[in-house]
């Protein structure tokens, strides 16, 4: 089992839709979760971060968290052609074994459709 | 603020030669991580350094591999004895501290091609 699991999609979504992308992990005491953006030939871009269990909203995007259900989730409203991207999902296990580094999933191409 | 850099930007290389990657990291950040992604993949963990000493080298694939952080701004990643297999993206981030919670932010990455 992958530490943390992303569909690779294509999503594909027309404009101004909600698009929802989702993540799980396996290691119970992960303490930080994180959303990056990667446009094709550059680096991931930090867009959310998210501690705690519920959501958390930042402008057009809203983080989720459950940590019982080893869950998190990004939620794009209004989504437009900027926003396709590839959306890596990453995971802080500070203090447990998996020490403080990410682990990332693989992502998800989101393709948003005018 | 100026944010990661990192030098060079494109590095081709024969196999079985040696490889230096710098990164300079946000001024102020005293953590500061390597990864590596490969085509397809997410970035996968190399090593990290809290100050000047390497806090976390778990992710070093092996004894080719060394990074190096001797003032605790600056740091080196040196392959020695380059593999076609080593042919990935290097990327460098920083944060304020390794405390688990704080932000890691990227550079633009050094694209290593080992022919």
């Known amino acids: 089992q992958k530490e943390v699991e992303q569909n690779s999609g294509p999503l594909s979504v027309p404009e101004g839709a909600i698009a929802s992308l989702n993540c799980t992990y396996s290691?119970?005491?992960?303490?930080?979760f994180f959303w990056y953006r990667q446009y094709s030939g550059k680096s991931p871009e930090l867009i959310m971060f998210?501690?705690?269990?519920g959501d958390k909203e930042d402008g057009r995007f809203t983080a989720q968290l459950n940590k019982a259900s080893q869950y998190v989730s990004l939620l794009i409203r209004d989504s437009q052609p900027s926003d396709s991207a590839t959306y890596l999902c990453a995971v802080n296990g500070w203090g447990k074994s998996s020490g403080d580094k990410l682990t990332f999933g693989t992502g998800t191409r989101l393709a948003v459709r005018p | 603020g100026a944010g990661v850099s990192q030098t060079p930007s494109n590095k081709v290389t024969e196999k079985g030669k040696y490889v230096e990657l710098r990164c300079d990291p946000i001024s102020g950040h005293t953590a500061l991580y390597w990864y590596r992604q490969s085509l397809g993949q997410g970035p996968e963990f190399l090593i990290y350094?809290?100050?000047?000493?390497?806090?976390?080298d778990s992710g070093l694939p092996n004894d080719r591999f060394f990074a190096v952080r001797p003032e605790g701004s600056v740091s080196t990643l040196k392959i020695q004895r380059t593999e076609r297999g080593d042919s990935a993206v290097y990327l460098c981030?920083?944060?304020?501290?390794?405390?688990?919670?704080?932000?890691?932010?990227f550079g633009p990455g050094t694209r290593l091609t080992v022919l």
């Open positions: 998210i501690y705690s269990n």
């Open positions: 290691d119970r005491g992960s303490q930080s």
């Open positions: 981030a920083s944060s304020l501290g390794g405390l688990g919670y704080n932000e890691q932010f």
């Open positions: 350094f809290q100050g000047t000493g390497a806090a976390d």
